[in-house]
């Protein structure tokens, strides 16, 4: 696969209208800059090859490259990707906050990755005013304030490669599918740049069907909550087809065709639904309330949820084979959908 | 010029032809002065004011031209005599006003003076301002060299003052630029009273009211003048021919094409062969004196610069003189001979010429043309109109091109005239969207300002200068203002009328002269009229970029964001340096992914250059301004700023 540059970058996916806003070619360059849930070309740059379209979750996709730099295996092309096990978790006994979108297993396993020392630094997705904001976590007890669900694309990448160029190294990342899989392209490091050596430990991939505009939604959410603070949102398992917004006095709820229609075109031809190229995915565990339903991929993956649990921080349980099922058929069926999205966009 | 006023009767000097225009009114007893700034018309208001003090002349930059206007039109409502210069735009800023002092006359002697620029060497247009003197019925007159530059500034005031009109006389840029000899006539001993007379018979025109109403007998009135104008241009000495009694090809020329008509006659030895009219009064046209020539030749060659003004007037002419003088054969713009847009020059007038004397010329070998433009191409190095070292603008572009793109809905920026018109290139990253004249930045941002209703959800930005915002974008805001308009102008504040040499402006504490005036202040104005007003230094991106970003988040009505800096070439400036630069070359990241030579490539200061060899960014010590700025853009911290102290 040909690595190109930022010219090629704007032809095939931005100006195609396919950014996601993940934040991978942001703070590697003056040329690339993220403001508000989006990110713009200040300058032209005509180099290549170039870590913008190397790193891109949206350009052409080597997954031999990143399956062997993640499992050490070439891929399968799986509809759930590669994991050694799939299991439902929560947190545990070591973890004192409640504020989280279903088993706080993310705020579980970061806090614990940073307070044994697996990882260095966290970049999480924290609340800066009304937009989501990535943020460089050194401390455990931070953690908490990253958690819960945001549904807006957020620049994570941005302080990832922000944190890496400050001289970080071994970071700990969760981020969607599309994130995740810039992490995945970081961590193999195509274009063989120094500051990209072991500046990626783990990376956490959280289930995602979709994410909205930034500026869209924040805008939606301003006009209907009045700048009422936001305690937490939430999409309840079908049927329900609503989108639930609970403020510190009301919980109201919005039809969710409504709420799609902030989707970025981006998102339309993703096909991973459990962020296949994470050391371990989280998602909801639907029919389990306060339940995660936690993939592990790869070893190290493995070994930082063993530790977890051993060390309380996380609680484990059974995942049926039904729900397996069920969550392979969500997995193909978005994958079904980008295809579609990517027959129609050639035509 | 040292010796506008000390130089001798009979005396020669170099004198460039706006130096000489200067003289020429000190000549004729000019008292008042006024203009706007512009190139190439600067130097003549300019030179009067640096002698105002000692001739006991007024001399003033006025707010705008048509203002300018008005105030030399006051000196001559009051008996004295004036002028008025401007560059060739200023014209149509003042058309409105001179439309109307055409219709009503003048007392003392009064000379509007345009200097207009073909080929647009310092403009973003090339206006022909002669077109002006037919629509507004006065008298033109244009000088073909730099005697005729100062001996014509005399007589024309003379002959406004006997007509009681306004008369134009225009010159252009490779007149009022360069120099010539010229002999110095006498500076009259004058002690004028300047005295407005209105109470005598309305119509009365030394005693009366001065109003072009009524208007048919004003109108006639100032035909008549026309008349007698026409009657005088008949014996002017600006009017001369020279060649043989029977041409074989008869030139008909004014102005600096006069200069490259004679070259051109010169380089083809044709000098028994062609005869060359000269007129110095180009509108009325002297119909006897142009009968006389016609009759003798058939073959008449226009050479005019821009558009066929002569040349139409002329065929006018032979059309109502062909009974009496024949059939004549015009060549010039109407049939290709001579190119419409552009500057002429002597080349431009021997290839038609050669071709009707039957003469093979060719200025170089083809050889050596192909030679020397290959040369040109290649060798020479790649000089981009640029802002200089250290220039606000650059700075503010950069901010302006930064926020606009990051705020990501295709905004763009209203421009119009000054330096920062550059910024329609690379040197201001190409910010600029829409350029017009002076003032329209604003006025044209308040009409997309008020497009939302169809749909526009565009950031709206407009930019102008100090002088410029006196000039005349006061109007255009107040507007914005008045209905609502989404906008956001940033005044590029660099204090001094810049591009055409410091010249004062309202918004400083002098004068033309030097003398004291009364400053005032943009960021007080603009709250007056309900703008919210945000001011800061363009050096400090942070600053400039976050207080952009403010004012562009407030949706409805205009905001103005102040960016105060002093232009770097600033007299007041004396060229010290606020910082020493350096580069670290072992950060430096050069071509490299992360940087692709931001620096040298984009931001393009020219205090920094690119070292091919060893491929790092270098400071150029010589020309850089210390202004510091770059240190800001550089990604990898590679370029350092130390603070200079001076005593």
Known sequence: ?347 | MSGLISGKKGSRRLLMGNEAIARGALEAGVKVAAGYPGTPSSEIVENLAKVAEAGNLYVEWSTNEKIAMEVAAAASFARLRSICVVKQNGINVASDFLLHLAGSGTRGGMLVIPCDDPGALSSINEGDTRHFARLLEIPLVEPGDFQEAKDMTKWALELSEELQCVIMMRSVTRLSHASGNVTLGDLPVTDVKAEFRHEGFPLDPNEGIITSAPVAFRHSQQQEKLKKATAAFESSPFNTYTGPEKPEVLIVTSSACNLYSREAINILKAEERVGILKLGTTWPLPEKLIENRLQKCDSILVVEEVIPFMEENLKILAQELEPKIGRKIFYGKRDGSIPSVDEMNPDLVIAPLAKLLGIEYQAMSEEYATNAMQKSFFAAPVRDLTFCPGCPHRASFWSINNVLKLDNNRGFVCGDIGCYTMATLPTGFSTLKTLHSMGSGTGVASGFGKLTQFGMNQSVVTVCGDSTFFHSVIPALVNAVHHKSDITLVVLDNSGTAMTGFQSHPGLEVDASGGDAVKLDIESICISMGAVVKKCNPFDFEKTQQLLFELLEIKEGVKVLILEQICALSPEKKAKKNFEMSVDESRCKGESCGCNRLCTRIFRCPGLVWHEESGISRIDEAICAGCGVCSAICPVGAISRKEVAYE
Request: proline share 5%.
């Open chain 1, 1 to 347: 696969m040909e690595i190109l540059g930022t010219k090629e970058l704007m032809e095939q996916v931005r100006d195609k209208g396919l950014c996601v806003s993940c934040g991978a070619c942001v703070e590697i360059c003056p040329y690339h800059k993220s403001y508000k849930g989006k990110i713009a070309l200040v300058f032209d740059c005509d180099m290549t090859p170039c870590q913008c379209y190397a790193y891109c979750p949206q350009t052409e996709t080597d997954r031999d490259l990143l399956s062997r730099t993640m499992f050490g295996t070439m891929d399968k092309g799986e509809a759930l990707g590669q994991y050694r096990s799939i299991i439902a978790a929560k947190a545990g006994s070591k973890i004192k906050s409640n504020r989280f979108q279903n088993g706080g297993t993310v705020s579980a396993l970061f806090t614990h990755a940073l307070d044994s020392g697996l990882i260095d630094a966290a970049v999480l997705t924290g609340q800066n005013d009304d937009l989501p904001e990535p943020m460089l976590i050194e401390n455990a007890c931070d953690v908490a304030s990253c958690a819960t669900t945001k549904y807006m694309a957020t620049p994570t990448l941005a302080a990832v490669h922000k944190a890496i160029r400050d001289g970080r190294k071994n970071l700990g990342v969760a981020g969607t599918a599309c994130q995740v899989k810039a992490l995945a392209t970081i961590k193999a490091n195509p274009l063989g740049k120094a500051e990209q050596e072991n500046s990626i430990g783990l990376s956490l991939g959280l289930f995602c069907t979709w994410s909205l505009d930034t500026r869209k939604f924040s805008a939606f959410l301003a006009g209907e909550t009045g700048g009422e603070k936001i305690v937490s949102m939430d999409v309840p398992p079908p049927p329900a087809e609503t989108f639930k917004i609970k403020t510190e006095n009301e919980e109201r709820e919005f039809p969710l065709k409504e709420i799609r229609k902030m989707i970025p075109r981006g998102c339309a031809c993703c096909p991973d639904m459990t962020a296949e190229w994470a050391d371990v995915s989280v998602g909801a565990y639907e029919g389990k309330p306060g339940w995660n339903t936690l993939i592990i991929r790869s070893e190290k993956g493995e070994q930082w949820v063993e530790e977890a649990i051993a060390d309380d921080y996380l609680v484990r349980d059974e995942f049926p084979r039904s729900r397996l099922e069920h969550l392979t058929l969500g997995a193909d069926n978005k994958r079904k959908k980008a295809e579609e999205f990517l027959t129609k966009e050639k035509k």
